[in-house]
Nanobody, 130 residues
Framework: VQLVESGGGLVQPGTSLRLSCVAS????????MAWFRQVPGKEREGVAA???????SYADSAKGRFTISKDNAKNTVYLQMNSLKPEDTAMYYC?????????????????????????WGQGTQVTVSS
């Protein structure tokens, strides 16, 4: 299993950015995928997730500003981030799991996904600063 993130960078507050995660080594269409983020000194936390059936789940911090989507033909999951704020600055990671997304919610995936999701990418840095 390999997950490779891209699309991070330095952007100004209020602008947009789209992250991509290309997956390989497993049946992408059958997996739930997610984006997490982490800042130094804090635990990695969930941002957005999408199930194999296209259902989605968002952390409160992402609702209304971020959109997750997946393209099964390209084995890619995206995170569209709009109206970026300095507090969105973090390393963003892609994660994958065979379990259905509905099971993630019962396990508080936003806070605890770091402990039970088996596959992770290396991350892409997003810095929001003027």
């Amino acid at each position: 299993v390999q997950l490779v993130e891209s699309g991070g960078g330095l952007v100004q507050p209020g602008t947009s950015l789209r992250l991509s995660c290309v997956a390989s080594g497993f049946t992408f269409s059958a997996y739930s995928m997610a984006w997490f983020r982490q800042v130094p000194g804090k635990e990695r936390e969930g941002v957005a997730a999408v199930g194999s059936d296209g259902s989605t789940s968002y952390a409160d911090s992402a609702k209304g500003r971020f959109t997750i989507s997946k393209d099964n033909a390209k084995n890619t999951v995206y995170l569209q981030m709009n109206s970026l704020k300095p507090e969105d600055t973090a390393m963003y990671y892609c994660a994958a799991d065979r379990a259905p997304l509905r099971s993630w919610d019962s396990m508080d995936w936003v806070k605890r996904g770091i402990y039970f999701l088996p596959y992770w990418g290396q991350g892409t840095q997003v810095t929001v600063s003027s």
